[in-house]
């Protein structure tokens, strides 16, 4: 289990899982992009991606939303394909604290043995923890742009900064 307190509303910490657009600019540990071939955020609806790491190694990649409950909760499988055996099941919490949300990932593994490949080899933890900074920075971002004007006021708007013509960000 990671958790993070950040400093924005539970309803755009939740909005930033629900478009590519959000997650294109903070989804994965730090260094690397993520570029998108299908997303679709509905429950039974899947997004395929390819992360690509700070070392040039493109890791494929897979989620389908498995339960989606606004602004509370969304349940997912995550793997390198549709059919991987080794997917693992991840449920996020979307906690108000105030002004501030509290988000809590659990992921769980088919096997034990998956699971400490996945701390060990990939250090999931700490590329988990990783992930839940680079998502409080981007909403920290879109409240700080929002509230002087200069940035979406809604899921979908187009945003300010030059349209680079691919998907992903460079962190």
Do not use: C
């Not at 997004?47 to 493109?58: C, K, R, Y």
């Not at 997917?87 to 996020?92: G, K, M």
């Amino acid at each position: 289990m990671i958790s993070r307190v950040i400093g924005a509303p539970r309803e755009l910490v939740f909005e930033a899982f629900t478009g590519v657009w959000h997650l294109s600019r903070w989804w994965g540990p730090e260094g690397f992009t993520t570029t998108t071939r299908t997303f679709e955020f509905r429950v039974g609806g899947e997004w395929d991606f390819v992360m690509h790491g700070p070392d040039g190694i493109d890791y494929q990649e897979w989620i389908t939303w498995r339960e989606i409950v606004p602004p509370e909760r969304i349940a997912l499988l995550h793997g390198e394909s549709r059919d991987d055996p080794n997917a693992f099941e991840s449920v996020l919490t979307f906690e108000p604290a105030g002004e501030r949300t509290r988000i809590v990932m659990h992921t769980v593994f088919p096997t034990k043995e998956l699971r400490d490949e996945a701390v060990e080899k990939y250090h999931a933890i700490e590329g988990g923890e990783q992930t839940l900074r680079n998502l409080a920075a981007y909403v920290t971002e879109v409240v700080r742009a929002r509230s002087t004007g200069h940035g979406p006021a809604t899921a979908g708007e187009t945003t300010t900064e030059p349209d680079t013509g691919q998907e992903g960000t460079v962190r």
